[in-house]
């Protein structure tokens, strides 16, 4: 017996959902928590082994993929673009390092920061021993990465929960909000 073909997105209503159909798939192997976006019909999300990887949204093909050494931040990435839209860029954290790649291709933007990465860490009014990993995956601001960056351990010693706005296409710090006012 033949099946009515499923809706159309914007035909689907309480009579008609049940007619949904799984259009594609994409394994990854191990528990994965992360919110991926979708943009101009490429959808970005985290991949097996904590891969970054590019789906064509219609088939679920994949159209790269970017290999990632540590914890990508679970609550997604950002995606920004110059006026001319010549320059597309993925910004997340990875491992503790605030990481721009090329959203057409995958590859890593080497003139950002240093080699594609920047360390929270370069900023911070004191010393912090470990990199600052957080699942806050930050928000771009016309040509602005701002994120406030994680309060790490107790006492007078935690690394301070400043905000940090960098530049998207450098990776320099361009202002720093601090939680606890300095004199």
């Known amino acids: 017996a033949r099946t009515a073909a499923a809706p159309k997105r914007r035909e689907i209503n309480r009579s008609n959902v049940a007619q949904l159909r799984v259009a594609w798939t994409y394994p ?38 970017h290999a990632n050494q540590g914890a990508i931040g679970a609550r997604g990435l950002n995606y920004w673009e110059s006026a001319d839209r010549s320059d597309r ?25 240093d080699n594609g990465r920047v360390d929270l860490r370069v900023a911070l009014w004191r010393d912090a021993p470990n990199p600052l990993q957080t699942s806050n995956p930050g ?33 320099a710090i361009r202002w720093i909000f601090h939680s606890i006012p300095h004199p």
């Open 139 to 171: 928000r771009v601001f016309d040509d602005l990465f701002i994120i406030s960056l994680p309060a790490q351990g107790a006492g007078y010693q935690s690394t301070p929960a400043d905000v940090h706005a960098y530049d998207v296409r450098t990776g």
């Open 28 to 65: 990854v192997t191990g528990t994965t928590t992360f919110n991926p976006i979708v943009i101009d019909e490429v959808l970005y999300t985290r991949g097996s082994g904590n891969s970054l990887v590019a789906l064509n949204a219609a088939t679920g093909e994949e159209i790269w993929r």
């Open 89 to 113: 860029r993925l910004i997340y954290l990875n491992a503790g390092l605030l990481t721009a790649v090329d959203a057409r291709t995958g590859g890593t933007i080497a003139s950002f920061g």
